[in-house]
Structures are given as C-alpha cells and as structure tokens.
C-alpha cells in the first residue's frame, strides 16, 4: 500500500516552472531520497506535501488521505523536518518538545511518556533538560526528529536535514532515520543533493527542473556505476 503518493503536480512562480508533472509514490515503512541538485525543486514539492502551497494541478494523497479535500486528516498522518530550524533555543529540549506536543492535544502522562521514547530513539534523552541554543547542530536536528514523532506519523518529511553537519553528524542523522522505517515501518521522504546520505537499499526518486529522471531503487537506478556517477550523468553534471 502507498503511504505517500504524488500525481502530476505543476507548480509555477509566475513563468517559473518549479514542478512539471512531478508523480511518485512510496510504500508503507520505506526510506525514500529525493536527490537533487539545487534548485530543482526539491523545496517547492515539500512545500506541496505540507500544505504551505497549494497545488493548481495534480494530487497528492498522504496514508490514504488526500491532501485537497481531507486535508487535516492527511497533515495529521505527517510529520515534518524543514531545512530551517524551527526550534525556540530558549526553551530546553524537553520544553520544545512539551510545546509540540500540547499543539497536538497530547498533555500529562502520555506527552512525557512519548517524549521520552522519542528522546531515547535519538539518543537525546540524558540532554532533555538542556537549552537548544546549547547544543551542536546535530543534535538540535535530532530533537527536531524527535519532536515530530510525537505524533505517531505514518509519514515523514525531511528537507535537507543534514545540511551545514559535519561527515559524522550526517552519518549518525542518516542512520537514526533508516532505523526509525526499519522499527516503525514509518514512511520517509528524505531530500537531499548528496549521494551518500542514499543507500543502494533505498527507494530513489531523481528530481531535476522540476521533472522526475528516475523512480526506482538506487541499485536499479545506478545499475553498474557508483550512484554519485550515474546521478552526475543524469543531470548533466559529468565535466
């Protein structure tokens, strides 16, 4: 069964063309990259999925809901990391969390409980009591991760989530979130414009000016060569 599916979306700014008839759809528990360089309009298709634009034609349908005309029932099913943080670097970990959660309806015992479990499927539970603007930018990631678990959604949305971390850091994000649709059977969509944040294992989709080049997984996709050379080739970028 499809967790996310997208048909035929377009999208313009003004004579822009940011999506031209973008279509994909991912399966229950798997781990999609959206690789693609810059400005091919990875954000505007997020911006699609969230609900902060609106499409003027195509569909989009989130855990079986689709996003025109259920829309709330489709939002409540995602969970959302954007490449800007969003976190109040004031208030602790934890207290951004509580906040996420009251938003939810999700107060006492079940919002500390699920919380918690966030936290330690992060590793951020020993910092819970910490302030944001303390912390490295992994792990204010993690707990941007963490936050939009608490939820329970079937989907999850991440915009670029590793951009400005060092090698390590990408590498640990990277690893927490495959782990997260291998334990949860939770739906990914992961943007990206670095090829070895994919694994070969992964569901690929290939974006550039606004078309889809390839849907499949990356193995198939790349067939005999590294995934970074056919990538390169696909969009025009082998020197």
């Known amino acids: 069964m499809s967790a996310l599916r997208v048909s035929d979306l377009h999208y313009r700014y003004g004579s822009k063309v940011a999506l031209d008839g973008v279509g994909f759809s991912i399966d229950e528990g798997r781990f999609c990259a959206l690789l693609g360089p810059n400005g091919a309009g990875k954000s505007t298709l997020f911006s699609l999925l969230a609900g902060l634009l609106a499409a003027p034609e195509g569909g989009i349908a ?31 970990v934890a207290q951004n969390l509580r906040y996420f959660a009251a ?11 699920r919380i918690d479990e966030a936290l330690d499927r992060l590793d951020m539970l020993e910092r819970a009591s910490e302030k944001v603007r303390a912390l490295n ?24 989530p590793t951009v400005g971390l060092d090698a390590p850091a990408r590498a640990a994000i990277t690893n927490h979130v495959h782990d997260l ?52 080739e696909m969009v025009g970028e082998t020197g």
Do not use: Y
């Not at 969509?189 to 670095?194: G, I, M, V």
């Open 62 to 92: 989130i855990a079986g809901h689709d996003m025109r005309t259920q829309p709330k029932a489709a939002l409540a099913r995602m969970g959302v990391v954007f490449q800007q943080t969003t976190l109040d670097l004031d208030l602790t």
């Open 181 to 232: 649709c291998d334990d949860t059977q939770m739906t990914v969509l992961w943007a990206t414009h670095l090829t070895d944040e994919v694994r070969l294992t992964d569901e690929l989709v290939i974006l550039h000016k606004g078309k889809v080049l390839a849907s499949d997984t990356a193995h198939r996709i790349a067939g005999d060569r590294p995934l970074q050379a056919a990538f390169l």
């Open 103 to 113: 938003l939810h309806g999700l107060t006492g015992r079940t919002a500390a409980s």
């Open 137 to 160: 930018g992994g792990h204010r990631r993690r707990t941007e991760i963490a936050r939009a678990l608490l939820h329970r959604p079937a989907v999850m949305l991440l915009d670029e």
